[in-house]
């Protein structure tokens, strides 16, 4: 029997899971310095979402711990290189929140071509502006990808359907990949932005990929799409915060570089209440719900419950994401 932390909330489908194998759990969100002091040394495996910060320092604290466990895909928030160094795998749940992040994704695609956010503020203020709400299409546009894993793959399938065409850039895509989903492949994410009118990001956040997308990246946008359309420039993430430069596409706002954008993740999390961004009326957002659906919170806490119970059994886990860094 091991004793669980789940510090940032977990399915009750998944709580059961993990109790009829005999595990104990602890529902209970850790202060950081409660962390830092070393609480954590009290279990066996921890559970975390993306409010709990698992730094070199806390991991230092928590040599007992046999598995750490993100539930959802970003571990940003864990420290990979200190927990493998320490003989704790990480595992994470990468594939249950796939269909619902397609969705919202999609879903900010056409609010912004569409107005549909800026509309409803309109008519909350009393207003009918339909002779200024005049939109474009989704069909016959280049929509770029910045990244090409399983996420932008299916949003890639979605936006096919609709009539788009599928531009992505992966450097460590083989070129086989993309050419099996009818996509065209970019050596360099500065002719992707060149070519593309609509951008979708879908990478992990690293040192790479940080600021990725900043104000000269999106003046490489052409602003006027291949079937002829000026149909402007739009950019939406809902992948990780800190890859768009939020200075940047809030001066790009500005300047008209871009028609509209959406964010459903920000570098700082929550947001301010003076939040720039928030009112400039070309821009709507949600706040990182991209996960957020019965259906994947319910996927989610299965998938983790049994990845942890696989570790802790000495199983083979599929979904260790530190094991570069294992040293036991």
Same mark, same amino acid.
């Given at each position: 029997?091991?004793?669980?932390?789940?510090?940032?909330?977990?399915?009750?489908?998944?709580?059961?899971?993990?109790?009829?194998?005999?595990?104990?759990?602890?529902?209970?969100?850790?202060?950081?310095?409660?962390?830092?002091?070393?609480?954590?040394?009290?279990?066996?495996?921890?559970?975390?979402?993306?409010?709990?910060?698992?730094?070199?320092?806390?991991?230092?604290?928590?040599?007992?711990?046999?598995?750490?466990?993100?539930?959802?895909?970003?571990?940003?928030?864990?420290?990979?290189?200190? *927990? =493998? /160094?320490?003989?704790?795998? $990480?595992?994470?749940?990468?594939? &249950?929140?796939?269909?619902?992040?397609?969705?919202? @994704? +999609?879903?900010?695609?056409?609010?912004?071509?569409?107005?549909?956010?800026?509309?409803?503020?309109?008519?909350?203020?009393?207003?009918?502006?339909?002779?200024?709400?005049?939109?474009?299409?989704? *069909? =016959? /546009?280049?929509?770029?990808? $910045?990244?090409?894993?399983?996420? &932008?793959?299916?949003?890639?399938a979605v936006a096919q @359907? +609709?009539?788009?065409?599928?531009?992505?850039?992966?450097?460590?895509?083989?070129?086989?990949?993309?050419?099996?989903?009818?996509?065209?492949?970019?050596?360099?994410?500065?002719?992707?932005?060149?070519?593309?009118?609509?951008?979708?990001?879908?990478?992990?956040?690293?040192?790479?990929?940080?600021?990725?997308?900043?104000?000269?990246?999106?003046?490489?946008?052409?602003?006027?799409?291949?079937?002829?359309?000026?149909?402007?420039?739009?950019?939406?993430?809902?992948?990780?915060?800190?890859?768009?430069?939020?200075?940047?596409?809030?001066?790009?706002?500005?300047?008209?570089?871009?028609?509209?954008?959406?964010?459903?993740?920000?570098?700082?999390?929550?947001?301010?209440?003076?939040?720039?961004?928030?009112?400039?009326?070309?821009?709507?957002?949600?706040?990182?719900?991209?996960?957020?659906?019965?259906?994947?919170?319910?996927?989610?806490?299965?998938?983790?419950?049994?990845?942890?119970?696989?570790v802790l059994s000495k199983?083979?886990?599929?979904?260790?994401?530190?094991?570069?860094?294992?040293?036991?």
């Amino acid at each position: 029997m091991a004793r669980i932390a789940v510090t940032d909330g977990l399915s009750a489908e998944a709580q059961t899971l993990l109790e009829k194998r005999g595990h104990e759990i602890v529902v209970q969100y850790y202060q950081p310095e409660e962390l830092a002091a070393g609480v954590l040394d009290d279990f066996d495996a921890v559970i975390v979402r993306s409010a709990t910060k698992l730094s070199a320092e806390v991991i230092a604290k928590s040599q007992n711990l046999k598995v750490i466990a993100r539930a959802g895909v970003g571990v940003d928030n864990i420290d990979l290189l200190a *927990a =493998g /160094k320490a003989g704790i795998p $990480v595992v994470n749940a990468p594939v &249950a929140s796939t269909q619902s992040v397609v969705e919202l @994704t +999609i879903g900010h695609l056409l609010a912004c071509v569409r107005n549909i956010a800026k509309s409803d503020r309109s008519m909350r203020d009393g207003k009918w502006e339909k002779k200024l709400l005049k939109g474009s299409e989704l *069909a =016959g /546009k280049n929509l770029g990808l $910045v990244g090409f894993g399983r996420i &932008a793959q299916r949003v890639g399938a979605v936006a096919q @359907t +609709i009539g788009m065409r599928v531009h992505a850039y992966d450097p460590y895509l083989p070129p086989k990949v993309a050419k099996n989903h009818n996509t065209r492949l970019h050596k360099s994410v500065d002719t992707l932005f060149a070519n593309c009118t609509h951008i979708s990001i879908h990478c992990n956040l690293t040192d790479e990929t940080h600021h990725l997308v900043n104000y000269e990246m999106m003046k490489k946008m052409p602003g006027k799409s291949s079937d002829g359309i000026a149909c402007g420039n739009h950019i939406i993430n809902c992948a990780r915060g800190g890859i768009v430069d939020e200075e940047g596409l809030l001066k790009a706002l500005n300047d008209g570089i871009l028609a509209t954008a959406a964010l459903d993740v920000f570098e700082h999390e929550p947001t301010p209440s003076d939040y720039q961004l928030c009112r400039h009326p070309n821009f709507h957002s949600t706040p990182h719900i991209g996960a957020a659906t019965i259906e994947a919170q319910r996927r989610v806490g299965i998938d983790i419950a049994k990845n942890v119970m696989a570790v802790l059994s000495k199983k083979k886990c599929d979904y260790v994401v530190n094991k570069d860094f294992l040293s036991r």
